[in-house]
């Protein structure tokens, strides 16, 4: 089965031909960073536009790379959500009209579905496993029971983790988005010079919070301000360390409900874009090995938004003979799990 995969619900207009033996036949992005920097976040009026300019050629890409005609292409997949409307929206509406014109089902992916299945286009991984879900809008524990099938251990009360390192990196004037440029300074920041807090720490659960840690990092930055730029790689440093203390106590508890569930099935995965960071990486892979768990996270460029994983959702769900109609609309909330397939 050979599925081609549309996202467009942020930042970046993404297309991706991935077939059922998990190999990516080709991929096209273009990034809307550049557009976004000098408001320092996504302005959706901005994205949309990008999206309509765009999504065409990236999409063509995709299918040229792939040496493919359109003909050997089994279906089309597009993000219906959650995500910024407008672009959605773009995506949504040429997977549809390839798919009206191609005569190929249509489906469309929740980007959540998207990130959560990816380890398993990078790695052999089976059902069920436990993943941290990392991303500019979510962060969450959950088990991975099959493609749409998740049970939610627990999540973000408050902001999400990527917010938390977007905000970070605005504040310490890194720019958007705060994450990559963050990890890239700490490297040579002390991660010990500022003892920042640890929110629900010792709580019986495995939510997070990280809107007081952010307002530490603000604290912290007032109380020093002008920063030198050796402030700023400490304070980078700190807020890193601090979130991979964060993880690592949150992460004991999601282990052990998600055991309750599956004694027998010691996967660990992450993904979304902040499982980019090589620090939360290695942390994740301490944990993993203390556990007796093994850990599977994509590389880092399928762990940010991209196409393959909406391409491969799409596979997943086709596999089980999921479809969808095209009075599906695009949605800016789609809690994971609210299944609305069609067979
Ligand atoms: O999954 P993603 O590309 O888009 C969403 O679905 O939100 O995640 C984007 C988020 C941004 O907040 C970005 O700052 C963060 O991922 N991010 C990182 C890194 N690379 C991207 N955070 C920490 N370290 C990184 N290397
Ligand atoms: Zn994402």
Same mark, same amino acid.
């Given at each position: 089965m050979i599925v081609l995969g549309i996202e467009t619900s942020c930042d970046e207009t993404a297309a991706a031909v991935v077939n059922s033996d998990r190999k990516i036949l080709s991929e096209s992005i273009y990034s809307q960073i550049k557009a976004h920097e000098e408001y320092l976040g996504v302005v959706p009026e901005l994205a949309a536009r990008s999206h309509i300019d765009h999504c065409s050629k990236v999409i063509k890409d995709a299918i040229n790379k792939a040496n493919l005609s359109i003909d050997q292409i089994d279906a089309i997949a597009a993000t219906a959500g959650p995500g910024l409307l407008g672009g959605l929206l773009v995506g949504l509406t040429t997977a549809k009209a390839i798919s009206l014109a191609a005569k190929k089902p249509f489906i469309a992916i929740n980007h959540l579905d998207g990130h959560a299945l990816t380890p398993r286009l990078s790695h052999k991984v089976e059902f069920p496993y436990l993943l941290l879900l990392i991303s500019g809008g979510h962060s969450m524990f959950l088990a991975v029971e099959g493609p749409g099938q998740y049970k939610l251990l627990g999540q973000a009360i408050d902001d999400a983790l990527g917010e938390a390192f977007d905000k970070t990196g605005r504040l310490l004037g890194l720019g958007y988005p705060g994450g990559p440029a963050i990890e890239k300074i700490a490297i040579n920041g002390d991660p010990h010079r500022f003892i920042l807090p640890h929110p629900l720490k010792g709580r019986n659960n495995c939510d997070f919070s990280?809107?007081? @840690?952010k307002t530490a990092v603000r604290q912290t930055a007032e109380k020093l301000s002008p920063l030198s730029f050796k402030d700023r790689e400490d304070i980078a440093a700190s807020f890193q360390y601090t979130i991979c203390?964060?993880? +690592?106590?949150? @992460?004991?508890?999601?282990?052990?409900? &998600?055991?309750? &569930?599956?004694?027998?099935? %010691?996967?660990?995965a992450a993904s979304g874009g902040v499982a980019s960071n090589g620090m939360i990486r290695k942390t994740l892979q301490n944990i993993a090995n203390k556990n007796n768990f093994n850990l599977f996270i994509p590389e880092p460029k399928l762990c940010t938004d991209n196409g393959?994983?909406?391409?491969?959702?799409?596979? +997943?769900? %086709?596999? @089980?003979?999921?479809?969808?109609?095209y009075s599906f609309d695009v949605r800016s909330r789609w809690p994971l799990g609210e299944n609305c397939y069609e067979f």
């Amino acid at each position: 089965m050979i599925v081609l995969g549309i996202e467009t619900s942020c930042d970046e207009t993404a297309a991706a031909v991935v077939n059922s033996d998990r190999k990516i036949l080709s991929e096209s992005i273009y990034s809307q960073i550049k557009a976004h920097e000098e408001y320092l976040g996504v302005v959706p009026e901005l994205a949309a536009r990008s999206h309509i300019d765009h999504c065409s050629k990236v999409i063509k890409d995709a299918i040229n790379k792939a040496n493919l005609s359109i003909d050997q292409i089994d279906a089309i997949a597009a993000t219906a959500g959650p995500g910024l409307l407008g672009g959605l929206l773009v995506g949504l509406t040429t997977a549809k009209a390839i798919s009206l014109a191609a005569k190929k089902p249509f489906i469309a992916i929740n980007h959540l579905d998207g990130h959560a299945l990816t380890p398993r286009l990078s790695h052999k991984v089976e059902f069920p496993y436990l993943l941290l879900l990392i991303s500019g809008g979510h962060s969450m524990f959950l088990a991975v029971e099959g493609p749409g099938q998740y049970k939610l251990l627990g999540q973000a009360i408050d902001d999400a983790l990527g917010e938390a390192f977007d905000k970070t990196g605005r504040l310490l004037g890194l720019g958007y988005p705060g994450g990559p440029a963050i990890e890239k300074i700490a490297i040579n920041g002390d991660p010990h010079r500022f003892i920042l807090p640890h929110p629900l720490k010792g709580r019986n659960n495995c939510d997070f919070s990280f809107s007081g @840690l952010k307002t530490a990092v603000r604290q912290t930055a007032e109380k020093l301000s002008p920063l030198s730029f050796k402030d700023r790689e400490d304070i980078a440093a700190s807020f890193q360390y601090t979130i991979c203390k964060i993880i +690592e106590e949150r @992460l004991k508890n999601a282990i052990q409900e &998600y055991l309750i &569930y599956h004694p027998n099935a %010691r996967r660990l995965a992450a993904s979304g874009g902040v499982a980019s960071n090589g620090m939360i990486r290695k942390t994740l892979q301490n944990i993993a090995n203390k556990n007796n768990f093994n850990l599977f996270i994509p590389e880092p460029k399928l762990c940010t938004d991209n196409g393959a994983m909406i391409a491969w959702a799409g596979v +997943e769900h %086709r596999l @089980l003979g999921h479809k969808s109609d095209y009075s599906f609309d695009v949605r800016s909330r789609w809690p994971l799990g609210e299944n609305c397939y069609e067979f």
